[in-house]
């Protein structure tokens, strides 16, 4: 089956709506705090508890976190003074990038193999 420009376009419009979940899970930094919140509590983390965790300051740490609350990737809840990121598994975000990366593949089967050369 041979892909449309619309479905190219549509492609687009993906990668468009997934541009901050990218930016974000695209930093190291990030990627391993993410690896850190998936072996820490399943309550939530304290950013002055991440930090403990890592070489990186509270003020490195909360900047991050900020980043991936706001692509969707953690999501945060306050309890008095205190606030806990912790991770959705029912995530939006994530679903999107899935779906974003599953058509990627799906394109990538139909175009021509490129790794012989045409005599």
Avoid: W
């Avoid at 976190?65 to 706001?70: H, N, Y």
């Avoid at 029912?90 to 012989?116: C, Q, Y």
């Amino acid at each position: 089956m041979e892909h449309t420009i619309d479905d190219i376009e549509k492609l687009q419009q993906e990668f468009s709506s997934c541009q901050k979940l990218l930016t974000a899970i695209g930093d190291e930094v990030r990627q391993y705090l993410l690896c850190i919140m998936l072996k820490g509590e399943c309550s939530g983390s304290r950013v002055i508890d991440i930090a403990a965790k890592t070489n990186l300051s509270r003020p490195a740490v909360s900047h991050h976190m900020q980043i991936l609350k706001d692509a969707g990737v953690v999501k945060s809840r306050k309890e008095g003074t205190y606030i806990y990121y912790y991770l959705d598994p029912a995530d939006n975000e994530i679903s999107k990038g899935m779906s974003l990366f599953a058509h990627i593949k799906e394109i990538m089967k139909t175009v021509p193999d490129r790794s012989v050369e045409e005599r």
